[in-house]
């Protein structure tokens, strides 16, 4: 597998906010070879707390024999600004003479995140992107950055995501960086900052990822007689461990925020008018059982967006469908390529 490549922007970044960041340094990798007419780029734009490889993270839909295949596709994938995973977050320097900011890291918008990519594409040379896909925070980094360059996009594929972040999200993202704050820890500077706190709050989010019907599949007790340590209560320590053992408190505070921060209607008088500016032909795709972004949010975006495809996957997963339904998705892809004159 390639190695992450790695960019430094050429100038300092001046962030929504206000603040800026002395340098950037973004953490990207790219699959396959652009071909002779540029027209085979798939830039793929990931989700809370996955990274530049989207063939880990996205498997049966990533890789060879899968729909984006490597040997078709030149797939660009760039580790988002904040994050842990070699691009500038809250645990790396923000200059050659300064320590990491940790925990006083500025505040960062999707906004942010979309003008760090828009830097990487021109420096790669890539005009135009056959396909801008993302989940999740990926597809609201998608979706504000076909509003803001539209004629660079031919296809834009949103799933489980929205055009303003609900409150409902906003809620389920402070109660898990309450529990972050909670642990006094998070407010030293050190890398492994926050770990307790963000065992738990790994735990609240996975709530909002899957479903009731999710865990009464996976976690259910066979044995009647049992009073404690049931399945379901080691299920959340597992996952909350396992994030831990791989990422930031610190990324995570920053990430949860710049989700809530996403309004396409900022500043540009609605939401409808945001995205009445999309050009791309676009598929936008639900999932039956996401209370975290449910299907109304995704309805919504196929209303107001031109020509928009709507499709519903019908899964149990809950929000995590968009990562594991691989099958369904490239079914509903081949369909949306099909009715677009196909690739």
């Known amino acids: 597998m390639p190695e992450n490549q790695l960019f430094t922007l050429p100038e300092p970044l001046r962030l929504e906010a206000g603040a800026t960041l002395p340098r950037v340094q973004v953490a990207y990798r790219t699959l396959g070879t652009l071909n002779p007419a540029a027209d085979n780029v798939v830039w793929i734009c990931h989700a ?33 600004l904040g994050s842990c995973y070699g691009t500038t977050g809250p645990t790396t320097p923000v200059a050659d003479d300064q320590p990491p900011l940790y925990h006083a890291f500025p ?48 296809h834009l594929v949103l799933l489980a ?25 998070y407010f030293t500077a050190s890398p492994d900052a926050g770990q307790a706190g963000l065992r738990a709050a790994r735990a609240v989010a996975l709530l909002s990822y ?57 500043g540009r008088g609605s939401v409808a008018d945001a995205l009445s500016c999309i050009q791309a032909r676009t598929l936008v795709l639900g999932i039956s059982s996401d209370v975290l972004f449910p299907t109304t949010e995704q309805r919504l975006l196929a209303q107001h967006i031109r020509g928009a495809m709507y499709a519903e996957l019908d899964s149990s997963f809950g929000h995590d469908g968009f990562l594991i339904e691989a099958t369904q998705i490239s079914h509903f892809l081949e369909q949306f390529y099909v009715r677009n004159y196909a690739h």
């Open 107 to 154: 505040l960062i918008t999707v906004r942010d995140m979309v003008a760090v990519h828009e830097q990487l594409r021109r420096h790669l040379g890539l005009e135009q992107i056959h396909t801008l896909i993302g989940g999740s925070l990926g597809g609201q980094q998608a979706l504000e950055w076909a509003i803001q360059q539209p004629s660079v996009f031919s």
């Open 210 to 266: 899957r479903s009731y019907e999710a865990y009464g599949n996976t976690q259910a007790e066979p044995d009647d007689a049992l009073l404690t340590d049931f399945r379901a209560s080691s299920y959340q320590q597992y996952q909350g461990s396992k994030l831990v053992a791989r990422f930031s408190a610190h990324a995570y505070v920053a990430l949860s925020r710049a989700m809530d921060s996403h309004h396409v209607g900022r």
């Open 161 to 185: 995501t929205n055009a303003r972040h609900s409150p409902w999200g906003i809620a389920f993202n402070e109660a898990q960086r309450l529990a972050i704050f909670a642990d006094s820890s």
């Open 48 to 80: 809370l707390t996955a990274n530049a490889d989207p063939a880990d993270w996205w498997p049966g839909l990533v890789g060879s024999g899968c729909y984006y295949d490597p040997a078709e596709w030149f797939i660009v994938c760039a580790n988002v």
